[in-house]
């Protein structure tokens, strides 16, 4: 029975031989893109109903995102590195099931330390899949068609997130947000059947050198450590800007509902955009469109900060949706490229760490800023709009700032390599 337990089932045959399998992996694995993106973007509309619901204040309820956070930051190294070596398919398949009981667990905890509790557990089984998900793609994929299949798996996550404020909002409006979390019940269960069914037996590559010095090996590569710092201010400006948004809602009295619709436009706008990157970076080169992409990101978080009246948050979240859409996947792309199959889970669970750890710090200076702004005194509701209204500005002026930074450093980056070739 453990031996069993232990073993990746093969595939049926009429699948393997199937000359599109390597998609039905890309597919498989954006199921948990998609779960992992739908959970971080719903519980991020939902946190301060959940605060009220459990009576706490913005800088406590934060916890409930970043514990999650930051079990991710810990675990996704060293399950890429298990991954690696016992099997990318077990821990996938396994990671599900581990994710969906603790989504579970979350719904029906009844105070917000066993909240968090069910959140670490979560997060473990998150950890089980996106330090596999990036791989289990490198490994299956053609190597022409790798940006593609990242593209794709991009638009994947784009959904989760388009459709978490909404699906949120709406949970929320009929009945708790307790409903947000037994959400994923139904998507994990089909989710365990897909990938036993779907996903390759794994090519075991067990290690040979000591982690640290394979690590340290792959991180010396400039496209690799690069392309890391750009997926962290990626996440920070992406997990920030959707932190602090809901608060001006609520504060101008804008209702759950609602307001999921609104911030699904930036998800969506990345979820159309990511594909469409992934396959022209095939022409174009990967410099461009993340010089551009980051670009973007900055102006549209830029408009909203300005112009935060209805107009101006939709078009800058559909600008800042479609920069983060051109960014991301080249981004990754050029990351998993740059390393060797063999390593595909440790780069994988790095460049999934440190992308957690830039939704950690973007969360974390969102509440910083935001709050050292409006503070905690109970206000008229028009003066509190307006006070909201000054923290969202400032708060998504920083971010904005952080994202022109980055396309500036690209773009001298590249000067750098063209002057740099002989001829």
Same mark, same amino acid.
């Given at each position: ?10 595939? *049926?045959?009429?699948? &393997? ?7 039905? +992996?890309v ?18 509309v ?14 406590? +309820? ?39 009981i ?35 793609? &490198? ?25 978490? *404020? ?18 994923n019940?139904? +998507? ?17 590559? *067990?290690?040979?050198g ?14 690799i ?8 201010i990626a ?14 809602m ?6 759950p ?12 706008? #990345? ?16 410099? *461009? ?20 009246g ?15 859409g051109?960014?991301?996947?080249v ?11 063999? &390593?595909?889970? #440790? #780069? ?6 440190? &992308? ?52 500036l ?9 063209r ?5």
């Amino acid at each position: 029975m453990r031996r069993r337990l232990l073993r990746e089932p093969r595939r *049926p045959e009429a699948i &393997r031989r199937n000359p599109r399998a390597h998609w039905f +992996v890309v597919g498989t694995v954006c199921i948990g893109a998609f779960m992992g993106q739908l959970d971080a973007s719903i519980v991020t509309v939902a946190l301060p109903h959940i605060g009220d619901s459990l009576h706490a204040g913005a800088a406590t +309820v934060q916890w409930v995102a970043l514990s999650y956070l930051f079990v991710l930051l810990g675990a996704l190294i060293f399950v890429g590195q298990l991954a690696d070596r016992f099997g990318r398919k077990l821990l996938y398949t396994y990671g599900f099931g581990v994710f969906t009981i603790g989504s579970v667990l979350c719904g029906l905890a009844p105070s917000l330390p066993l909240l968090i509790a069910a959140r670490v557990l979560q997060a473990l089984g998150a950890a089980m899949l996106q330090a596999n998900s990036v791989a289990l793609i &490198r490994e299956a994929m053609p190597a022409e068609e790798l940006a593609r299949g990242i593209g794709v798996q991009g638009a994947a996550q784009a959904i989760g997130l388009a459709m978490g *404020p909404a699906v949120g909002g709406l949970l929320i409006a009929l009945g708790s947000w307790r409903l947000i979390f037994f959400v994923n019940l139904p +998507v994990g269960i089909v989710a365990i059947v897909l990938a036993r069914l779907l996903i390759p037996r794994s090519r075991l590559h *067990p290690e040979t050198g000591p982690r640290l010095r394979g690590l340290r090996t792959l991180l010396a590569k400039h496209t690799i450590s690069f392309g890391l710092a750009g997926g962290l201010i990626a996440y920070l400006v992406m997990f920030g800007s959707l932190f602090v948004i809901p608060y001006y809602m609520v504060a101008a009295g804008i209702g759950p509902t609602e307001a999921g619709l609104e911030l699904a436009c930036l998800p969506i706008a #990345l979820g159309v955009i990511s594909p469409l990157a992934g396959r022209a970076s095939s022409r174009t080169g990967a410099q *461009p469109l993340l010089i551009a992409g980051m670009a973007l990101t900055a102006i549209g978080l830029a408009e909203i900060a300005l112009y935060h009246g209805l107009a101006g948050r939709l078009v800058g979240l559909i600008i800042a949706g479609a920069g983060l859409g051109a960014f991301s996947p080249v981004n990754n792309a050029d990351v998993m490229g740059a390393g060797p199959r063999s &390593r595909a889970g #440790l #780069l994988g669970g790095v460049l999934n760490m440190v &992308r957690t750890l830039g939704a950690i710090v973007g969360v974390a200076l969102a509440s910083l800023i935001y709050a050292s702004v409006v503070g905690h005194t109970a206000l008229p509701k028009s003066v509190s709009e307006a006070i909201s209204g000054e923290g969202l500005r400032s708060t998504l002026l920083v971010l904005a700032a952080l994202a022109a930074a980055t396309a500036l450093a690209l773009g001298a980056d590249s000067a750098v390599r063209r002057r740099s070739r002989p001829g």
